[in-house]
């Protein structure tokens, strides 16, 4: 039971509170977000709206319009880190498979267009589908355990995020 909980906390709980720290950190740079919890947010965020500045970094952006979509609660913060999960996998997966440049031309075409259309698609869905695509890659022994250690992790990181953006807000920092 402890070695599952020390699991949880290193596979689940620490990035998953990395992630909310960061995304919450990231949306307060855009605008000024008044929420005091992980329920607040996640209703302040569905009705906003960021747009992109000439300045912005087109990675925060792309992460910030993709963290807006899967939303702020904890589902959809897992759901999303899943999906970074597989796409960066799947990358992987290419360059170890990359035959060179002749073949990646000729492979280019309206198939391709298709295959990666499909395969955005079944990303989507296995990233909502979160806890069944886990299984196959954590070494996760009691599933309420590691459920209860993440969600605790995504409203603790919330709060903290939060509790230190109205400190920053105070002193208009």
């Known amino acids: 039971m402890i070695i599952d909980l020390i699991k ?3 596979f689940a709980g620490i990035p998953i509170a990395i992630f909310s720290y960061y995304l919450v950190v990231l949306t307060s740079s855009k605008v000024k977000l008044k929420s005091n919890n992980a329920k607040e947010l996640k209703g ?4 906003l709206k960021i747009k992109k500045d000439k300045s912005d970094n087109y990675f925060k952006h792309a992460i910030q319009k993709k963290f807006m979509v899967f939303g702020a609660g904890f589902y959809g913060v897992v759901a999303f880190i899943t999906y970074i999960h597989i ?3 799947q990358i992987i ?4 498979n990359f035959n060179g440049w002749q073949n990646f031309v000729d492979s280019i075409g309206f198939g391709m267009l298709i ?3 499909i395969d955005a698609i079944m990303n989507l ?8 695509y886990w299984f196959k890659y954590l070494p996760i022994g009691s599933f309420w355990l590691w459920l209860t250690v993440a969600i605790l992790a995504h409203m603790i990181a919330i709060k903290i995020s939060l509790s230190k953006l109205d ?3 105070d002193f208009n920092l």
Do not use: C, G, M, T
């Not at 997966?93 to 170890?96: A, L, R």
């Open 8 to 10: 949880a906390i290193a």
């Open 44 to 47: 302040e965020l569905k009705n």
């Open 87 to 89: 796409e960066v996998y």
């Open 93 to 96: 997966d290419f360059i170890k």
């Open 115 to 117: 295959s990666f259309f």
């Open 125 to 132: 869905v296995s990233a909502f589908i979160w806890p069944i």
């Open 167 to 169: 400190k920053r807000q």
